[in-house]
């Protein structure tokens, strides 16, 4: 693989907005190749990213599904300060056309989730609405799909049909032009790992992308390209010392694990370690890149890359080399990040229209650009980023109209 990676539309998603899901009353924000979300502990920022992932998980496996694995409906309304009966989710988003070499398309997407009724019986959710909207930009949708209380109104199919379960998407995407849409949404990629997993030896199946958890790390760097393997060691030498390349161990083997190498002494001796010595730090270092460079995300597969605290047990100064990652990233793949370190952003060459702030008040999560007067601190050199969150002062631009559940979304 060479240095250019695939032509791959950045940003995935343009706009997302969140109704009552879990402790987002109403967020609408708009999202670049890369943004980062900033809040303290518990402001709400994982609940967006696991907004975006009910999305990615309802369409490939069922919105029951996905309502099961969370523990239930319960636990994704919005409870404080009153219970609400409904969560809406809602997307802009840019897809490839089926068409090849025109221009990108303009797909909005729709989900409204709530209580079923008394006449659905064992179902543990009721899609109260889902709407779908998809065409060139300068033109006339090519598609529009609208759910309302399982009928189904498809421009594509002209017969009216009923669902059983939902949502729609799941059924649309097997065929144009719905296909485009339905598989960049089940290709998003949520990192969660474990250190466990991430240390283990596993299986070399040559695997070509990276799990959730971080397994197949071993197998993935075997496959990455020449200049993808060459960038991922430069990181990592930048925040380990004496560290001078990461890799497989052998890949002919039939189980691989990552493994790094570094040079020390005046002779510049190399020493190997395999993963399950490596410390916190630097392993979760290892899986990072690993995230950013594998093959999926390079080519274009991975339309998104979703990540918790990347900078979690890396020492201070590892901040700016964490920043420069994502952002070059984000040149192939739509990056989304959260953070409680605002140090990523205190250097002169950070946007700050990159960042999303995530601020609780009374248990209700509001999330926005940075507020006006946050900014012009942070500009007037008056405090940095890192002063403002530590002290609680760093606030998000307020939404104050929140649409109604039956709005376009675009």
Sequence with gaps: MTSKAADQPVP????????????????????GPFSVLL??????????????????????????????????????????????????????????????GDALWHACYELTISHPDAREHGVNVHVRREKCVIGPPDGPPQAR?????MEVEDSVETRTRRLTRG????LARLSEPYAQLGDALSHMFFYEPDL????????????????????????????????????????AAAIVPHLTSIGPTSPDENYVAAQMTTATGSDDTEQRFRAESMSEGTIRAVGLLTALFQPPARDGQIPLVALEEPEL????MAAGVVFDALTEASTWTQVIATSQSAELFDRKEADLSAV?????????????PIDPVSRSIVSDGLATMSDLLRSDQLRPVSTTDEPGEESDAG
């Design 145 to 149: 799909f609208v759910v309302r209380d």
């Design 196 to 235: 466990r997993v991430l240390r283990d030896a596993r299986p070399n199946t040559r695997a070509g992308v990276l799990g959730e958890d971080g397994s197949d790390v071993g197998s993935v760097l075997a496959q990455l390209g020449t200049w993808e393997r060459d960038r991922t060691s430069a990181y």
């Design 313 to 316: 047990a890396l020492h201070p």
């Design 167 to 170: 949502p729609y998407l799941g």
């Design 39 to 100: 809040g303290l502990n518990a402001a709400g920022k994982s609940n967006f990213l696991d907004a975006l992932r009910f999305v990615r998980d309802a369409v490939t496996y069922g919105v029951s599904r996905s309502v099961e694995t969370r523990g239930g409906l319960h636990e994704l309304l919005r409870r404080t300060p009153e219970p609400t009966d409904h969560a809406t989710i809602a997307l802009e988003l840019s897809v490839p056309s089926p068409n090849p």
């Design 356 to 368: 999303l702030v995530a601020a609780a008040d009374n248990g209700v999560t509001t999330i926005g």
């Design 12 to 31: 995935f998603i343009r706009r997302v907005r969140i109704e009552n899901y879990k402790s987002i009353g109403h967020c609408d924000v708009t999202l």
